[in-house]
């Protein structure tokens, strides 16, 4: 179909216009591409702007941009525009003429949109980029990165900086990535899986750690950087460990933090993936490729104010071990009359409903990125093969992929636990540590080694699937004035 043809079809407002879920995608006479379709039905609802897909071709004429003016709903609400089509720019110099065309305020993106699986847009490719309000013959002024735009959200996860020395803070959808301050090529891998498949938590910033393959992190920076946090965003925040921190031998991330910090902190047992369906959190193995899924998605470590040895960290996100149990305790579960399963870091824990004596090394054994254990109670034998039948039985109602990564093993196969041997790092000096009660949360990095690797053999090793893989306003430069009382757009 010719560009012309094209042109008069966008200029039919009856053919040129559809509502696709949210969003209202305006196209040529023929129902426009597949790709403008998809894209409109992912996005979430805005309650403040029209919500418009522009099905145009990448630097589309005046005149389709006339037809497109032209098919547009009437009204006086402030317009969201989405480019259709990759790349997913969009001119300033369009998003002016369209404000000033229409005589309603129009956001629109400045850069590169990035969409995500669950529908979010996260605009970012270079300095003051963004999503940008263009009001009618007024300068334009910076929103945001993100829509839907997150409680966090603020111009301090807007651009790249330097934290310290080596650290840089990275935008990502999701957050913001402190990874060592190398060469930027270095990091495309991981910036476009990070961008791409983190889901961004409208109520909780998304912090990553490091890089896998690269210099480890200083903890005094990563804790620098949360010195600088508002309380309340700090205080909901998720750290999740992608590469290394330089630690003293024995010491985790999220228990360093936490001592640093003076606050709890919640760590990702592994990088969550979002989906259509949801989100899962892969354990990750160290050269950052996804391994299983975990049942264990999270813990929060909290400080040792001086002790010698830190509170056991608490699980705090997990997902049922199969459907229909009752829980008697976050994490636990009712198996049978005197059994229950336990959520922990490795896997699942099938024992007595009273404490037993290797509760430490049944909750402390490390997670394996490519393997979900299943540990039995065996201290006692006189209970030790009723406790190993119901474990089997458990196995029988795992679905298909999970028990291709799945080991049975008695909790007698496990390695005692070691004494902490790490002391707790001193505070960093600055600001004060946030309110203990209020604080944000990290983890420790998965163990590459797996548990059955030490001490007894597990009984059942069965083979594994292929590995897989502040509402702060600022303005634009040049920008003149603030936002007006007398702007048409909805708060």
Known sequence: ???????????RVGSGR??????????????GTAEARALAASLPADPEHDLVVADLPPGAPVEVWESFASALPKGRRPVRLVPGRHPREVGPHVARWLADRLGRAVLAPCGLVHHGVTGSLFVHSGPNSGWVWFPPGRPPEWEAKRFPRPAWESPAFAEPRKVGAGTVAEPLPAGVWLRPD????????????LTRTLPCRPDALVVVLGSPGAADLDPAEVAAFCHGLPPEVLATAWFVPYGGVALPPGAVPGQALADLLGAEVRCSTGLPVAS?????????RP??????TTIAQGFAHRPRGGAAEPPPPRLCAYQPPVAGLGEMAPGVYWYAPDTVIEVVAAGLWVRPADTTATAAAARTAPLDPDRNLVLYEALD????????????????RFDHATLLTTALMPTTALPTPPRPRAEPLEPTAGAAPADPAQAGRPVSRPAAESPAGQGEAAETSLPLLSRMMETVTTRIPGSGHPRGSGDDRSR
């Open 18 to 31: 559809t509502e696709v879920g949210h969003a209202v995608l305006v196209h040529a006479a023929d129902g």
């Open 182 to 193: 190398d060469a930027d090529d270095s990091f495309a891998v991981g910036r476009a899986g």
């Open 276 to 284: 259509p369906d949801g989100t899962e959190v892969h354990a990750l």
């Open 381 to 396: 034998p006189a209970h030790a093969d009723r406790l190993r039948v119901l474990a089997q039985s458990l196995l029988e």
């Open 287 to 292: 050269d950052g490729t996804l391994g299983r």
């Open 1 to 11: 179909m010719s560009l012309l043809t094209r042109v008069r079809g966008l200029g």
